[in-house]
């Protein structure tokens, strides 16, 4: 899509670290990282959010994000855990409308916050919700 910094990556024509590629999926080192070692997992076809996105490249997105979240762990960068974070949409924080997922390496004092409300919720609501869920569900 033009006017997309991830396709003009994934067709070779921005700038980028690769650290894996395939049919289906690019990894790159993210810009500005969270941690050293930050990697954006992109599906090859734009999509801007995971509506946009079929469960093949669901798959594939998790297979390399579970593949490089191993190769973390051995490589030398700092990394005792990694988390994953996908934002769905930019209220959901989502910066770059094709869509991506965070893997970043994980340590004791790294800086990194995460945070969220966190409020409990009745048993009775939590069940309505899951009801409007399954219904929406396809
Ligand atoms: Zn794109």
């Not at 990697?39 to 734009?46: A, I, K, Q, T």
Request: proline share 4%; aromatic share 2%.
């Amino acid at each position: 899509m033009s006017g997309c910094v991830f396709c003009e990556i994934i067709a070779g024509r921005a700038e980028a670290s690769v650290v894996h590629e395939d049919g289906d999926v690019v990894a790159v080192m993210d810009l500005n990282p969270a941690t050293v070692g930050h990697v954006l997992v992109m599906p090859r076809v734009h999509a801007a959010g995971l509506a946009g996105t079929d469960d093949a490249a669901g798959a594939a997105i998790w297979r390399t994000a579970r593949r490089i979240s191993g190769a973390l762990r051995t490589s030398g960068i700092p990394c005792d855990g990694v988390r994953w974070s996908l934002a769905d949409g930019e209220a959901a924080g989502q910066d770059v409308l094709h869509l991506h997922l965070h893997v970043v390496p994980r340590y004791p004092g790294d800086g990194v916050v995460v945070t969220a409300d966190g409020k409990r919720r009745s048993r009775a609501l939590l069940d309505q919700d899951a009801a409007l869920i399954r219904r929406s569900l396809t």
